[in-house]
């Protein structure tokens, strides 16, 4: 009987792409597994619930697939690991030894508000899922990738049924090729280069 309720226009906040590099290499000052996990979120442009409840299974050499029960689209999705994501899941796993996850303290997973704390810490009112922004609006306007290589990054569903229905690669080593620029941007302050 009552209308439906409008949409709301409320993005999350993010930061702007030319602040990344400063804010990873102030989250790199930070001993805590939580910004291992941040920066390693980041540079995959993944969702917060993606990565806190990421399992060591989950990776195979420098394949991440995340189970459809985990995605917001309820279907797998696979992430090429960079690097650096590689490098963050060593060190996290040394820190906690026998744990099952990939970012956990003594076994448990992160809280859903960790990562956010310390975002905010270092860009006040930014969002975690704010970074996926960060990361698509870089590919917009810095590189020459397409947009369906970055919405396939982020693990968008196509909204054409008729693309969908013909689209059925996931386009693996483009995106690899996309998430290694990504991670050579955000590191370039960080790194000296």
Not at 53 to 71: F, G, K
Request: proline share 4%.
């Amino acid at each position: 009987m009552l209308p439906p309720t409008p949409k709301s226009n409320n993005h999350h906040e993010a930061l702007p792409y030319k602040q990344i590099t400063n804010f990873l290499a102030s989250i790199r000052e930070v001993d805590r597994v939580s910004a291992l996990a941040l920066e390693f979120t980041i540079l995959n442009a993944s969702r917060t619930g993606e990565v806190i409840n990421a399992l060591r299974e989950e990776v195979d050499n420098d394949i991440w697939t995340i189970p459809a029960n985990r995605m917001k689209a309820r279907k797998e999705h696979q992430v090429p690991l960079g690097k650096r994501s590689l490098e963050i899941i060593e060190i996290a796993q040394s820190l906690d030894k026998d744990s099952i996850y990939l970012f956990s303290n003594r076994g448990k997973p992160l809280s859903n508000m960790t990562m956010l704390l310390l975002t905010r810490k270092f860009a006040p009112n930014k969002t975690v899922h704010g970074f996926r922004s960060t990361f698509r609006d870089w590919v917009a306007e810095e590189t020459e990738h397409s947009s369906g290589v970055a919405e396939m990054a982020l693990a968008h569903t196509i909204s054409s049924q008729t693309e969908a229905a013909y689209r059925r690669g996931n386009l693996i080593e483009r995106r690899r090729r996309l998430m290694n620029d990504w991670e050579s941007y955000c590191l370039t302050i960080v790194t000296g280069k």
